[in-house]
């Protein structure tokens, strides 16, 4: 690992990199800015790991071998690598989609498979491919992941006023998610996920 100090107020980049994930193409690099000192961990991953089957016969590629780390509140984080060195693998892993076969996580003080669930109702993941229903307006797209999410009725009409706000979708409400810019769609991938 490695530290330094960046501009003497305590700022620092920091990083991570499995040892066993140097030694083959699948290097996964982590850089992550935040502050120097102790405090509770946000994320936390301790020997994460994760193989899937391989398209030789009876073996397993490992798409993450061994991930430790720690983010705490309010550090800018980045995961960078090149294509199959199991980024999105560790996120949906950190994010409850996955299991691990191996080692744990836990974020915002949730265990990442134990508590998947109430992580879910707390921690939003937009994937690069997220899919909207084209057919359905933009309002009936957002109506529907909060339904998936469990949003009751009462607080799910609030909601949805403020995250049409927020993506400055209001005036497209009624509009099919099929017939929005590439623009407005990732913005309104964003709302349902929040």
Same mark, same amino acid.
């Given at each position: 690992?490695?530290?330094?100090?960046?501009?003497?107020?305590?700022?620092?980049?920091?990083?991570?990199?499995?040892?066993?994930?140097?030694?083959?193409?699948?290097?996964?690099?982590?850089?992550?800015?935040?502050?120097?000192?102790?405090?509770?961990?946000?994320?936390?991953?301790?020997?994460?790991?994760?193989?899937?089957?391989?398209?030789?016969?009876?073996?397993?590629?490992?798409?993450?071998?061994?991930?430790?780390?720690?983010?705490?509140?309010?550090?800018?984080?980045?995961?960078?690598?090149?294509?199959?060195?199991?980024?999105?693998?560790?996120?949906?892993?950190?994010?409850?989609?996955?299991?691990?076969?191996?080692?744990?996580?836990?974020?915002?003080?949730? *265990?990442?498979?134990?508590?998947?669930?109430? /992580?879910? @109702?707390?921690? =939003?993941?937009? !994937?690069? %491919?997220? +899919?909207?229903?084209?057919?359905?307006?933009?309002?009936?797209?957002?109506?529907?992941?909060?339904?998936?999410?469990?949003?009751?009725?009462?607080?799910?009409?609030?909601?949805? *006023?403020?995250?049409?706000?927020?993506?400055? /979708?209001? @005036?497209?409400? =009624?509009?099919? !998610?099929? %017939?929005? +810019?590439?623009?407005?769609?990732?913005?309104?991938?964003?709302?349902?996920?929040?």
């Amino acid at each position: 690992m490695m530290r330094t100090c960046l501009n003497g107020i305590g700022t620092s980049w920091r990083h991570i990199t499995s040892s066993t994930q140097c030694r083959t193409r699948n290097t996964q690099q982590v850089w992550h800015r935040g502050t120097m000192g102790l405090t509770t961990p946000i994320i936390k991953a301790s020997g994460l790991t994760k193989s899937f089957p391989s398209r030789v016969r009876g073996g397993r590629v490992r798409a993450v071998d061994g991930i430790d780390l720690e983010i705490a509140p309010g550090e800018t984080f980045g995961l960078v690598g090149p294509d199959g060195a199991g980024k999105t693998t560790t996120l949906r892993l950190l994010n409850g989609l996955l299991v691990p076969d191996a080692g744990q996580a836990s974020v915002a003080g949730y *265990d990442a498979v134990v508590q998947s669930l109430e /992580l879910h @109702a707390r921690v =939003g993941y937009m !994937a690069q %491919q997220f +899919s909207l229903y084209g057919d359905l307006s933009v309002l009936e797209n957002i109506t529907f992941f909060a339904k998936v999410y469990g949003v009751s009725r009462d607080e799910r009409a609030k909601r949805i *006023d403020r995250l049409l706000e927020f993506a400055r /979708l209001n @005036a497209f409400r =009624g509009r099919p !998610a099929a %017939q929005l +810019s590439g623009g407005m769609k990732k913005k309104l991938a964003l709302a349902c996920m929040l």
